[in-house]
């Protein structure tokens, strides 16, 4: 086991997700979406992981199967150890206080019929470990930490901006005391003024906390700012991981570059510049064979078709599946 399994709050070994789907002749089970494709990561406690893809690309699947919300079709979930995917469904709701998920859109998130204090409290309902009394004071006190004053308790969701309402959405994943919390696309759904302070807000709590990220978001920028280590998703599989400064200051597959936009290629070797990406993503339903990036990237090579790419370790913490780096020795 290497160091960094070691001090993994969260590891994830070769995790599956296939989905038969309907043939056009209707028949069940003949064709597969590989939403996920072997995927291995693992997260330190009290960092942030940033997992960045364009939509579709198996990110929140990964998010949902972490917390069992989709089962996963095969691979290990291990979180402080214990396999995750072994865990009954009693020892899975205990396992929820530690796991919590923020989603993307605070306006689906919070049930509209239920005011602030309701929706707070209800996790320590459905966990019931706290006195009544002593529900009234936590719920005050994720008032607090999230920036919202007490006057918001007795109000409903509409009556927030948004930014307000992710606000009350990150009190009460915070309520049940988590280690880790899946940000789903958490500041997706917000205006750009409003995004850096949500944010800050998981900055500070993070520090406050010692909390333990999933960032997912299609967007670099983010996720640059905020993760220690960064996955680059394509298609259900991993392609880059490194440390915040190796993946931004020396991104080396050219679907890194590309989302990164016009980074000089192959550390300063300039083949050409590539600022954008042509073509949508293909179909999950039977994927590119080879390197499945290869029906879009422009540095495509005869072996790119058919050979998929080994992960490369360019540093111990520092990976990447792709021919050029390969060849490059
Ligand atoms: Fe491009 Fe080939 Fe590398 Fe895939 S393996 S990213 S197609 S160069």
């Known amino acids: 086991m290497s160091l960094t399994e070691n001090s993994a709050l969260l590891r994830v070994r ?47 699947t990964l998010g949902y199967c ?31 206080r530690q796991i919590q998920i923020v989603f993307q859109d605070p306006y689906s998130s919070l049930n509209p019929r239920m005011t602030v204090k309701d929706i707070l409290e209800e996790p320590f309902i459905i966990h019931g470990f706290v006195s009544r009394r002593q529900q009234v ?17 007795d109000k409903y969701p509409h009556q927030f901006s948004g930014g307000q309402r992710q606000r009350i959405a990150v009190a009460r994943a915070l309520a049940l005391k988590p280690q880790l919390i899946v940000a789903d696309e958490p500041v997706s759904a917000l205006d750009v003024s409003v995004q850096a302070q949500i944010v800050s807000l ?25 993760s220690h280590t960064i996955g680059v998703m394509y298609l259900g599989k991993l392609v880059e991981v490194g440390s915040r400064s190796e993946i931004g200051e020396n991104p080396l597959h050219p679907y890194t570059q590309i989302l990164l936009a016009s980074v000089p290629v192959l550390n300063g070797a300039v083949a050409k510049e590539i600022t ?20 879009r990237c422009p540095f495509v090579m005869e072996r790119c078709k058919s050979e998929a790419p080994r992960e490369i370790h360019v540093t111990p913490t520092h990976w990447v599946s792709c021919h050029l780096i390969d060849e490059r020795g």
């Open 14 to 60: 070769d995790l599956k997700k296939y989905y038969p789907v309907r043939t056009r002749l209707g028949r069940r089970g003949r064709e597969t979406v590989k939403a996920l494709d072997g995927v291995s990561l693992d997260i330190r406690r009290g960092e942030t992981f940033g997992l960045v893809g364009e939509s579709g690309c198996g990110k929140t």
């Open 66 to 96: 972490l917390l069992r919300l989709i089962e996963p079709s095969s691979g290990e979930i291990y979180f402080e150890g214990r396999k995750v995917l072994e865990l009954d469904s009693r020892s899975m709701r205990q396992l929820r």
């Open 137 to 153: 004071e936590e719920v005050k006190g994720l008032l607090k930490v999230v920036g919202l004053d007490l006057s918001s308790l």
């Open 202 to 226: 998981f900055e500070e709590l993070q520090a406050q906390y010692n909390l333990t990220y999933l960032f997912i978001s299609h967007g670099i920028p983010v996720v640059e700012y905020i």
């Open 276 to 295: 954008h990406l042509e073509g949508e993503v293909p179909s999950p339903i039977n994927p590119p064979p080879g390197c499945r990036f290869h029906t």
